[in-house]
Each structure stands twice: as C-alpha cells, then as structure tokens.
C-alpha cells in the first residue's frame, strides 16, 4: 500500500482556509509547466488498461466545522444547523478521502469510449452549498447551473472559462467550457461568500473524482507507454498545492511534488492503486 473551502472557523490543526486567490496561485504553479503538457503524447504502444483503487486517510478522520452562515439563515442554516465545510471530506467508517481528483495530464490516443462526454452535467446548489464540490466534465459537454434555494445565488467560475451569473431562486443558467483546465478551479458565490467548490473541464473523459469512500476508476488508459497522472486535492500540501506522498511505494511511481507519478500498463491489465495518505499531506 503506498503510504479547503472557505470560512473563519477552521481547526487550527488543519492549517488556513483555502480561499479563491489562493487556489488561483495554486492553479497557477502547478500550470507553471504547462506547455510541456499541452497537446497529445507520441503513441508508443497498444491496447488499452485500467487503473483503480481507494484514497484513504492514515489517523482519526478529521472533523468538519460547520460554515459561518451570516445571512439567509433559514435557508443557508435550516434549524440553526449550518452544513458542514468540505475542505477535507474523509468518511469515519471507511477513512476513503472524497474529492481528489485523479487524470493523466495527457495521452497520446483515446478510446472511442473515453471521447468528450456529452449528456447534460447538472450542477447544483441547495442549502448554500454547491452539491458537486469537485466537477469534472468534458470541454464542450452542457451544463446545467442550477440553484434549488428559494434565495438567489451568484455563481462565479474562475479560470479560462469565465462566468459570473446570477441564478435566481429555483432557477438555472446554462454553462459550456470551451477551453481544458490542467487542474480544477474555483467556483464561488459572493452572496454568501462561505460556498465554494471546484471544476474541471477536461478534453476527454479520462479523469476520476474519488467517491466518499475514496475510490476511484479510470478506464481505457492507453497500454504500453507511460502515462504521468495527476493527483489534485484542494487541501494538500505538498508540491504547491498537490496532492504528494512520500511511501516506499510512491517512491516506486516517483511520485513527485508536483502531486504527479508516471505509470506503464500493459494490455488488458487492471491495475490497483490503494493510497495510504497521511494527515500530514493536508492542511494547506
């Protein structure tokens, strides 16, 4: 086994809050080197492979604050319960770590089923929440901004794909990236300015966002030549802001502090990636 958001009331354990300059310069210096990873890979090999497995936390699964709910109360605080921040989702009975995104920076070829997606993406916010807190979709596939608040919400996606919009109560707005994101960028709400989430606008449909159990899958990977994936967590640490891990076994992928590690699949192989992630990785 290879060994976030917004608010003022974060443990101090766990480091500052992410805010949307910070994840900007994040963004930024793990783009830094982008032109290497623009465009497509020389195809050196054949066929096709999978890779799948499970992020899970080493330690006692952290505790998610509740936001600092200011306005709106009814709606944003039902009950004076406010939700719960997300900047480090880990399930207390698996230890699987949601919303890390996982892709290859790039591929030289891609399978027929792994083409851009094109069914309609329907992200949401309800509670003043966004309910996808890490979206990955496809550069030209629809999306569809919908608020299922009966208080209007502004939505606010940074990055190459600008978009600042009003979506009034029960309302919707469409949304189509036309340009790939090399990691995920900030969405936010300046009415209540404690939501924010993440996008990822992707060319193809090779990038996973791990379930609450950690888990994730990326099928039809090309086989025979390396692949460098990518490793993103809006909480991490380590290489400006990506998600690193220093394991013997990481060290085997040389996983980098740019939260990148290169791997060769062969034909048909499905191989298991189980990543034990300490909390030392997070909290920045």
Known sequence: MLAGAVGCDRP???????NVGAADKIR???VGDAAAGEGEAEATGTGWATIKGRFVFEGDPPTMPPFSVNKDEATCAPGGQAPAQQFLVVDPSSKGIANIAIYPRKVSRVHDDMGPKTDTFVFDQKVCVFLTHVAAFSVGQPVEIKNSDNVGHNTSISGQNGFNQIIPSDGAAP?????????PVPVSCSIHPWMRSYMLPRKNAYVAVTAPDGSFEIANLPAGEEVEIQVWHEHAT?????LFVESDAAKELKWSDKGRFKIKLEEDEVRELNITVPAAAFGG
């Open 28 to 30: 930024t210096a793990l």
């Open 175 to 183: 949304f189509t990236a036309k340009k790939e994101e090399a990691t």
């Open 12 to 18: 101090a354990e766990l480091g500052a809050f992410a």
């Open 238 to 242: 380590g290489g400006k802001g990506a």
